[in-house]
């Protein structure tokens, strides 16, 4: 199995780093022509609308098109709002491929960061994760299950293919949510589906 890691900007090495410790193969993704012969995709943190025009020539299309044919996908933090359906002062999504809204930089500025502790259903109760100028969850539609919030806030979702969290787990040892993700591409995390 190899795992593609966006790498147009941000935590390329963290998520390259924690696939190499679960024995994963990961290939950095910069061009359309990359995407084949993936097992997933992580589209990790970094600047989103940075990343977006970065991926324009063909790219953010083509991710369009993967994420509308099954390819497990992965984003975190500004990979989650690449892959929303919804985003505030957007006039449209980005790939648009779980549908959730979500607000930019909810959590606050860059001094606002902080680590703390979460319950992923599915995943275990005791999850570190680190927040840095985090969007949250604002809205969620049918088949989308939420699967973490931070004081009542939804921060991580999944639906079908698509897994998405405003926090970084890349930047923590805990490999818990990336083994997860391997397992939605081996065919181990199903999913299920429930309203949002």
């Known amino acids: 199995m190899r795992i593609g890691i966006l790498g147009l900007q941000g935590a390329v090495r963290e998520h390259a780093r924690s696939l190499s410790a679960l024995g994963v193969e990961s290939r950095v993704i910069k061009r359309s022509d990359e995407l084949s012969g993936l097992g997933g995709l992580i589209l990790p943190g970094g600047e989103s609308t940075a990343m977006s025009l970065l991926a324009n020539g063909g790219l953010l299309e083509r991710l369009r098109a ?3 044919q099954g390819l ?99 930047l923590t040892d805990d490999l818990r949510i990336h083994r997860y993700f391997v397992g939605m591409i081996e065919g181990e995390n199903p999913g299920k589906e429930t309203e949002g």
Do not use: W
């Open 66 to 68: 993967v994420a509308g």
């Open 72 to 170: 497990p996908l992965f984003g975190t933090c500004a990979g989650m709002i690449l892959l929303a359906k919804e985003v505030d002062g957007a006039q449209s999504p980005h790939i648009g491929a779980i549908d959730i809204a979500v607000a930019r930089n909810a959590s606050g500025r860059q001094v606002d960061s902080f680590e703390t502790v979460l319950f992923v259903e599915g995943i275990g109760e005791d999850l570190p994760a680190v927040f840095i100028r985090a969007p949250y969850i604002v809205r969620s539609g049918p088949g989308v299950t939420l699967m973490a919030r931070h004081e009542g806030v939804a921060v991580m979702a999944r639906q079908g293919n698509c897994l998405a969290c405003s926090f970084h787990p890349e």
